[in-house]
């Protein structure tokens, strides 16, 4: 089981670029999240997916950010425009509901893209 | 809204002494109560999870926490500290599946 997969694991770039970062999940798992962690603001939930389906993007910053999981085993996160404040790691995590309710599972998390906006 | 709160943000023990790192949870449903590690430059791992079956939870590396009600804490200790235990801890709630992270506890351990 190679676990959940990020790439860049860094990225750096010039502010006004787009960036996108790039996740799959572990197999099998049906929940996909995606965080992003800042010295200010520590570890923030973006958005998440179940099934492909994105379930809850309240934690998306602006519409400069938007997320896909176009199959079961990729998803997306883009940043168009790039802004210095979007300096942060992202990331990824993965979950399969278990046979005792939703809630007490485990998310299984990625190695993060450390991403540098000039 | 659940949330949690982590005691200090940095913790600093001697190798071989107790470790104790606070984490307190406000919610108006049961909890579902995680610590997670993470060293330096790596994603998030689990040490343990309280999901309601026992309120003292083992973990991975020699970690244990108890959950009280009593007193909303959900505590984690390991009786004596390794030199490998440094790292960054985080607890969370789980809210409909969703994790709320507190805020972190660097542990540094001193030879």
């Known amino acids: 089981d190679a676990g959940v997969i990020q790439s860049p694991r860094h990225e750096v770039t010039e502010m006004g670029q787009e960036v996108t970062l790039r996740c799959k999940p572990i197999s099998g798992h049906d929940y996909l999240f995606w965080y992003r962690q800042t010295m200010m603001r520590g570890l923030e939930l973006l958005i998440y997916?179940?099934?492909?389906?994105?379930?809850?993007d309240s934690g998306m910053p602006e519409d400069r950010f938007s997320a896909k999981m176009p199959n079961a085993s990729f998803s997306t996160l883009k940043i168009q425009p790039s802004e210095p404040r979007d300096s942060a790691v992202y990331f990824c995590a993965s979950s399969q509901p278990g046979t005792s309710g939703r809630g007490q599972e485990t998310q299984y998390f990625g190695p993060g893209t450390r991403l540098l906006v000039l | 809204a659940q949330s949690v709160t982590q005691l200090g943000s940095h913790v600093s023990v001697s190798e071989g002494a107790l470790v104790l790192l606070r984490c307190n949870y406000s919610s108006s449903v049961p909890p579902y109560l995680f610590w997670y590690v993470q060293y330096p430059n790596q994603g998030l791992q689990l040490l343990l999870k309280?999901?309601?079956?026992?309120?003292l939870v083992k973990g991975i590396n020699g970690f244990e926490a108890e959950f009280k009600k009593s007193e909303t804490s959900f505590h984690l200790t390991k009786p004596s500290a390794h030199m490998s235990d440094a790292a960054e801890y985080f607890c969370a709630v789980s809210e409909g599946g969703k994790l709320i992270f507190g805020q972190g506890t660097e542990l540094s351990v001193k030879p």
């Open positions: 309280y999901t309601s079956a026992a309120t």
């Open positions: 997916f179940n099934n492909n389906v994105p379930i809850d």
